[in-house]
Structures are given as C-alpha cells and as structure tokens.
C-alpha cells in the first residue's frame, strides 16, 4: 500500500543518474535517507508503482544513521544499531538498501553480511539484496552473485560479501585496516557469540557500520545484551509489527488470538519484545545426533504402538510409524491419496504390525479414517479398545506445564529420546523433529509451554512435521509394562489381553 506520508529528507536527490560518477554519489555519505529515495524508482508504473519509499520505522532508522554521520560521530566511534521486531516489517528490504548505500557511496569497503542460517543468508538475506540490485538506478555498474556483490570497474577491492558463520572460523568477521566497514546480521539471536565477540574487532574503524536485526527469539546472547548491559553502545529500536506497513495485519490478528498478547510467540513475532524464557527448537540437534547412533536394547518382545498422522493432498504426508520399546520405526509415508484409500493403505500395515495400540490423529480429515478403521473393527484387539484417537489442542493432564495435548506429547517425546532411543537415519525425521520452536503463555497462573504450530512452520520455510508428529502421537497411550510373549500366553490360557491401560493416557512403555 502506497505510504501517504513519505518521510521527508534535508538533502533533495539529484535530478539525473545518466552522467553520475562515484564522486558524485558520495554526496549521499552521510544521508542513507536521501539515498533510499533517489536510488529507486518510487511510484513508476509495473516496478514501484504502489510505494513511495520507506516506511517510516525504515525512514527512522535511516535518518538517525545519516544524523549520526553528520554530528560527527565516526570520528569518535564506530556506528551500531540494533533492531528486534516482530515479523513482516520489511527488515531484509532495509538491509538490502544499506548495503547498496554503503558501497555505492564509499571507496574499496569492506562489507560482510551473515544470518543465523546460511539458507537465511543465502535464500533470504542475499535474495533480497538481489532484487533491490536490479530496480538499482545505478545497478548496472555492479554485478549480483550468489554470494558477492561487486563494483564491475573494481571487482576484487570494492565489494560485499555473503558469509554464512561457524565458530571454527571467525576470521571474516575480524577487523581489517580497511577505512570503510559495514557488517549486517540478520535473524541476530542465533548468531553465535564468538561471532560477535570477533566482529568487534573490525570495529575499532572510526568509519565503521555494524547493523543487527532480528526476532527477539532468546533471552541470553549478545543480541539480547545489545537492549541491556551493552545498551550504551548501541542504538536500539524495537519495532511492533502492527506498526509496520508491509505487515500482515489479519494473520498478527490471527496469531494474537490464538496465542494471546502476552504470549511469548506474540511478544517475539509480533511486538518485538524479548520473551519471558528463550524461545528456541523443542528438540535440539544434539539429542536427535545421540538417538541416531543409540543401541537400543533387545525389544522384539516389547508391544507396539503404530499411529498415524493423516494428510490429503498438498505439500503434507501421511505418516505411519511405530514405537517398539526404544526402537521406532518409519512403516510407511503417503502422499496424494483420498482417506478411502490411506485407510486401506493403513489397514495393511496394521495386518503386518498387529499392534498393541494405535493413535490416529483425529483433528480435521483424520477424523474419516477413524471412522472408516472403526466400521471395519480395526479398533479392538481381543474385545479390548486399542484405537486412539488424538487431538492435539485438547486439554493437557498436566496444565501447570504444557498448553495443550501436542506440547505435551511432544515434551514426552522429548523426555525419551534425552533418555535413549533408536531412530533411523531418515533426512525428512531429522528435519522435522528440529524444526518446531516452542514458547511460553501464560494461563492460570503459569507460564505453561506451547509448540510452534504447523501452519507457522510452514510460513517460516520449513515443512510440515508429519512423521515427528507421528511419533509424538505415540505418548498418547500409555501400556502396562507386558511383554508380547507373556500377552500371547494369556491369549491361550484365558482368550485375552489387556494391552492398552488407557487410551487416553500419555506416558509411553
């Protein structure tokens, strides 16, 4: 939507790009602002045509980087600004304009720019710097790669660079005798701290630049401390989505309702604020690296648990595994398949498995082929129940912990596998069980924990986790603590077994 008060700048652009040298592009050294406004084409039919510049937070942080320059400050100091926000704000576009001001207007700079992932920088970060090169009214002076962005006349001297971090090799970061330096972090919280510690170093540049931006996802890091024992340092904004121009007002409102304004999702994704505990993966890399390579014990005799996460068409898959002990399997995925035909598909794994307990996810479509495993007498096994079936938003057993069912059975999961278990080598399971954040709301007196949900994965870049979800399911049950051989013996001398205690139950054998 078109700004109907674009910000106003104390320098008017200058009237013609044809003719432009470097020397006269310098003339916006110490206005960022102006520069924004003359560099792209603002309001011209099939480009810009519905925007006529930075929103104002953007024209803000601009301005205030020009006022510093201006007042005098690189003489005494480097520069360092620091912006937590909420989502959709239009913060890589920003950055996208400081490093196009920055090397357009400064002689042989060094640049770097890093994010808390290299598919961040890469895919996200860089891409955006991408498209701003080509609306660039100066843009074909300057080549965009994958990974660098260059002067053409001076390639190898005057240029930025996209450098994903690792803390076994810093040395990008670390300062240089270069007059003019410009580092940019993006998604700033999950930058490492010996990160941070060495890009200190290349700020003893009185012409320095250093610019963080990112969710406020955590509440330790030198992110967290540049808004605390660091503030003095640095200029801080933090920035409500609901004030942004380029945010998605009806999804923030769908968020506010489902998580409430005080969560810990709505103060990180939404206003910007620092959460009350570190929002961050439920599961860490680490635990699924030790399940991986886990010897489990003997568990053939062990019962089985086999749930099922349904899907229908789209991206999503159906998922069916099993829990056997400490050993879990993946039994089958699915994709494009009606419900009829996923039920029949899954009535023949039950056949192969013969478990002793199934959970099915019974929110949405699910529901259909509980119905249909139902008609069929897949539910019983010897006259007793053993179907579940699951749905995540209800009411936790434990409360005072968990937001819902899903977190809970997820935080199970958890618990297990930082206990010991077996999981294959499967890309698609290593992916979605690192995947969900967790956060934290307040309800009833106490911060109890909540799990990222699907559709928020999903704008966030990552897949659905149909398969972790699966095996999540299988804490939904609780078995007495019977192995198959004895429940086999019973089967012959008294014509049953009781292998499911509670299908409501959540603690796994």
Request: some cysteine; hydrophobic content about 40%; aromatic content about 10%.
């Amino acid at each position: 939507m078109k700004n109907s008060s674009a910000p106003a700048t104390d320098s008017p652009p200058p009237a013609s790009s044809e003719d432009l040298t470097i020397e006269q592009l310098a003339r916006f050294y110490a206005n960022p602002l102006a520069f924004v406004l003359w560099a792209f084409p603002w309001g011209e039919p099939g480009r810009l045509e519905d925007e006529d510049g930075p929103d104002v937070w953007q024209a803000d942080i601009l301005r205030t980087i020009g006022e510093r320059l201006r007042a005098g400050a690189e003489a005494q100091e480097a520069i360092r600004i620091a912006v937590a926000s909420g989502h959709g704000i239009g913060k890589t576009a920003l950055i996208a304009w400081l490093l196009l001001w920055f090397i357009a207007t400064r002689e042989h700079p060094q640049i770097v720019a890093t994010a808390n992932t290299r598919t961040q920088l890469l895919t996200k970060t860089w891409r955006e710097l991408g498209k701003w090169h080509k609306l660039f009214i100066v843009g074909d002076w300057f080549e965009w790669t994958a990974t660098k962005y260059y002067l053409k006349a001076a390639g190898s001297t005057w240029f930025a660079s996209a450098v994903p971090w690792s803390e076994a090799s810093t040395e990008a970061f670390a300062g240089t005798h270069e007059k003019y330096v410009l580092i940019v972090f993006d998604e700033a919280s999950a930058i490492a701290d010996p990160i941070w510690e060495t890009t200190e170093g290349a700020m003893t540049s009185s012409r320095a630049l250093w610019v963080a931006f990112g969710n406020p996802t955590r509440t330790t890091g030198r992110f967290r401390e540049c808004f605390g024992r660091f503030k003095h340092r640095w200029i801080t904004r933090q920035i409500d989505s609901r004030s942004a121009k380029k945010a998605n007002s009806k999804e923030i409102a769908q968020w506010v309702a489902d998580y409430g304004e005080d969560s810990d999702f709505v103060r990180v994704r939404v206003r910007g604020v620092f959460p009350r505990a570190s929002s961050t993966q439920f599961i860490d890399q680490d635990t699924v690296d030790a399940c991986r390579r886990y010897l489990p014990p003997p568990h053939s005799e062990m019962p089985k648990i086999v749930a099922l996460d349904v899907a229908r068409f789209g991206d999503d898959q159906s998922a069916a595994v099993m829990r056997q002990g400490r050993v879990w399997s993946v039994l089958q995925k699915w994709r494009q398949l009606s419900l009829v035909n996923l039920a029949n598909r899954f009535i023949e794994v039950l056949e192969e498995e013969e478990p002793d307990a199934i959970v099915i996810d019974g929110d949405g479509i699910g529901a259909g082929v509980v119905d249909i495993l139902v008609a069929r007498g897949y539910h019983k096994k010897d006259g007793k129940i053993i179907l579940t079936e699951f749905h995540g938003s209800a009411a936790p057993l434990d409360p005072k912990k968990y937001f819902n069912r899903r977190a809970e059975v997820w935080g199970r999961m958890d618990e297990a596998m930082k206990a010991g278990v077996w999981i294959p080598d499967d890309p698609e399971l290593e992916s979605e069980l690192t995947g969900p954040e967790y956060f934290f709301t307040s309800r009833s007196g106490y911060d109890v924990m909540q799990l990222e949900s699907k559709e928020d994965m999903k704008k966030r870049g990552l897949s659905s986790p149909d398969i972790a979800d699966g095996f999540a399911y299988t804490f939904a049950v609780q078995l007495k603590q019977q192995r198959r051989r004895q429940i086999e013996r019973e089967r012959v001398l008294i014509g049953t077994a009781d292998s499911a205690e509670s299908p409501t139950g959540w603690m796994g054998s």
